[in-house]
């Protein structure tokens, strides 16, 4: 499976840079189909749907390094980057769910 392209602790940490990854990876056909995979709530059986983190990352002003949601940012990152650089079609969203699958397992949720 592919690195994933490290993350300065200021991108992890940014709510706002995981609201910038969202915006382009929507452009790509990216939802809620993709986003419960790659989300921690998926350990407790819930599909978290992609607009209500959205709502999360405009409340708060930072996410703990290392934490739940910073893990969240690293999975988007790599989303967006595996899906370019695999040369998908815009509105894959197979490809956009196993990439998904793929950041959960190789950027794991802590226990």
């Given at each position: 499976m592919p690195e994933c392209r490290n993350l300065n602790l200021t991108e992890t940490t940014s709510p706002a840079s995981a609201i910038r990854l969202i915006v382009d990876l929507r452009?790509?056909?990216?939802?809620?189909d993709a986003f419960w995979r790659l989300h921690h709530f998926r350990l407790k059986g819930e599909r978290e749907p992609l607009q209500r983190f959205i709502d999360y990352c405009e409340k708060v002003t930072a996410f703990q390094p290392g934490g739940t949601n910073s893990l969240v940012c690293k999975r988007l990152r790599f989303v967006l980057d595996e899906y370019r650089a695999r040369n998908f079609p815009q509105g894959d969203l197979r490809a956009l769910a196993t990439l998904a699958e793929e950041a959960f397992v190789k950027i794991p949720s802590i226990s």
């Amino acid at each position: 499976m592919p690195e994933c392209r490290n993350l300065n602790l200021t991108e992890t940490t940014s709510p706002a840079s995981a609201i910038r990854l969202i915006v382009d990876l929507r452009k790509l056909g990216f939802g809620d189909d993709a986003f419960w995979r790659l989300h921690h709530f998926r350990l407790k059986g819930e599909r978290e749907p992609l607009q209500r983190f959205i709502d999360y990352c405009e409340k708060v002003t930072a996410f703990q390094p290392g934490g739940t949601n910073s893990l969240v940012c690293k999975r988007l990152r790599f989303v967006l980057d595996e899906y370019r650089a695999r040369n998908f079609p815009q509105g894959d969203l197979r490809a956009l769910a196993t990439l998904a699958e793929e950041a959960f397992v190789k950027i794991p949720s802590i226990s």
